[in-house]
T-cell receptor, first 112, second 112 residues
Framework: DVKVTQSSRYLVKRTGEKVFLECVQD?????MFWYRQDPGLGLRLIYF???????EKGDIPEGYSVSREKKERFSLILESASTNQTSMYLC???????????FGNGTRLTVT | ELKVEQNPLFLSMQEGKNYTIYCNYS?????LYWYRQDPGKSLESLFV?????AVKQEGRLMASLDTKARLSTLHITAAVHDLSATYFC????????????FGKGTSLLVTP
């Protein structure tokens, strides 16, 4: 079974802090994704990566950056956290476009 | 911009009844995905529909795709309490298979 592991289940950070959310997958998947999930808005794509060191902006990349130095790891970075980035963050991966996404358990981030 | 609309957004139904959830999307795509999310949990893949006319069934759930109408349906047959969850459809927004746009989800409650 594919396992997508997010390093933290809950995080509380202060406004202005730099925040790192880590995600690791164990199935050698090429493609990795970061989504945020907010009530009433569904899931929105922040960034994705289809190869090591490659990244593409999703629909809401502002205020975020990503890093993919190794195939199995995809990090989401909040350069200067703001209260409107309080959300559930979901990491996902898949092998190819014919395969479903496999999601991690999510990180609930609160920015105060 | 791709719009993915689900309806209804909330659905309360009695055990044993049948119902259909609809997913409309605004641009051409021949790939559509259905996911389930239980409260406090992450998303789990239900179906991957990869062509016009595709139909998949698993237990009491059946999904279909009409790419010409830009419509997918998720049909529930003889609902049971265990099906209570939020159901999301997602569409490949860039034709690349790399990124999915999600609907806002349909929150289903099955009552005795």
């Amino acid at each position: 079974d594919v396992k997508v592991t997010q390093s933290s289940r809950y995080l509380v950070k202060r406004t202005g802090e730099k925040v790192f959310l880590e995600c690791v997958q164990d199935m050698d998947h090429e493609n990795m994704f970061w989504y945020r999930q907010d009530p009433g808005l569904g899931l929105r794509l922040i960034y994705f990566s289809y190869d090591v060191k490659m990244k593409e902006k999703g629909d809401i990349p502002e205020g975020y950056s990503v890093s993919r130095e190794k195939k199995e790891r995809f990090s989401l970075i909040l350069e200067s956290a703001s209260t409107n980035q309080t959300s559930m963050y979901l990491c996902a991966s898949h092998r190819d476009s014919h395969s479903p996404l496999h999601f991690g358990n999510g990180t609930r981030l609160t920015v105060t | 911009e791709l719009k993915v609309e689900q309806n209804p957004l909330f659905l309360s139904m009695q055990e044993g009844k049948n119902y259909t959830i609809y997913c409309n999307y605004s641009t051409t795509s021949d790939r559509l995905y259905w996911y389930r999310q239980d409260p406090g949990k992450s998303l789990e893949s239900l179906f991957v529909l990869l062509s016009n006319g595709a139909v998949k069934q698993e237990g009491r759930l059946m999904a279909s795709l009409d790419t010409k109408a830009r419509l997918s349906t998720l049909h529930i047959t003889a609902a049971v309490h265990d099906l209570s969850a939020t159901y999301f459809c997602a569409v490949d927004s860039r034709g690349s298979g790399y990124a999915l746009n999600f609907g806002k989800g349909t929150s289903l409650l099955v009552t005795p």
